[in-house]
């Protein structure tokens, strides 16, 4: 099973609404990753948790609150969003070792309105 | 400067071109290098990882150059199915991976 997984696929939420992401993975990876892509843009790293503490957080905005409950899951709580931050979210993970190929979930467009 | 810096393109080629891109990276202690392919609107999927020793696989070669701080990915005898964004990916510090910009890359018949 090399699946990241990530729920839902789409979301539309209002600027005062509280939502959450959802990624797992089942692979015993110890690195976990949230990475924000808009359109023709790359994807721009916001999170990284290893070994389900946050090793990395690069300055993003504190109306995204990541969460990484145990090894296989990572979430990210929304709150407050921005109709700027309407993007395609996605989830990677991989074992932890430098030299490591991550995996990537198939994403989660959002939609801020 | 940027941490990777990657020619966007656009590259159009005809079928059975031959193609390179290179990325360039400014951490020098960067520790491991990968090439990803980008279908629109999918995910990034890894192609190759980047060694040393430079690696190939069928059509595709990837290069590094740790003197110049430069990895380069070649694509031989293009088909219409290689159309899709490449990403190089550099892991500057355990666990810190960053993408280049990307390049475009139109196989046209």
């Known amino acids: 099973d090399t699946e990241v997984t990530q729920t839902p696929k789409h979301l539309v939420m209002g600027m005062t609404n509280k939502k959450s992401l959802k990624c797992e993975q089942h692979?015993?990876?110890?690195?976990m990753y949230w990475y924000k892509q808009k359109a023709k843009k790359p994807p721009e790293l916001m999170f990284v948790y290893s070994y389900e503490k946050l090793s990395i957080n690069e300055s993003v905005p504190s109306r995204f609150s990541p969460e990484c409950p145990n090894s296989s899951l990572l979430n990210l709580h929304l709150h407050a969003l921005q109709p700027e931050d309407s993007a395609l979210y996605l989830c990677?993970?991989?074992?932890?070792?430098?030299?490591?190929?991550?995996?990537f979930g198939q994403g989660t467009r959002l939609t801020v309105v | 400067r940027k941490e990777v810096e990657q020619d966007p393109g656009p590259f159009n080629v005809p079928e059975g071109a031959t193609v390179a891109f290179n990325c360039t990276y400014s951490?020098?202690?960067?520790?491991?290098f990968f090439w990803y392919r980008q279908d629109c609107r999918k995910e990034p999927k890894l192609l190759m990882s980047?060694?040393?020793s430079g690696n190939e696989d069928g059509r595709f070669t990837a290069q590094l150059n740790r003197a110049s701080q430069y990895i380069s990915l070649l694509i031989r005898d293009s088909k219409l199915s290689d159309s899709a964004t490449y990403l190089c990916v550099v892991n500057k510090a355990p666990n810190d991976m960053r993408f280049g910009a990307g390049t475009r890359l139109t196989v046209k018949p």
């Open positions: 980047v060694y040393s």
């Open positions: 692979m015993g990876h110890r690195a």
């Open positions: 951490n020098s202690a960067s520790q491991s």
């Open positions: 990677a993970s991989r074992q932890g070792l430098t030299n490591t190929e991550a995996f």
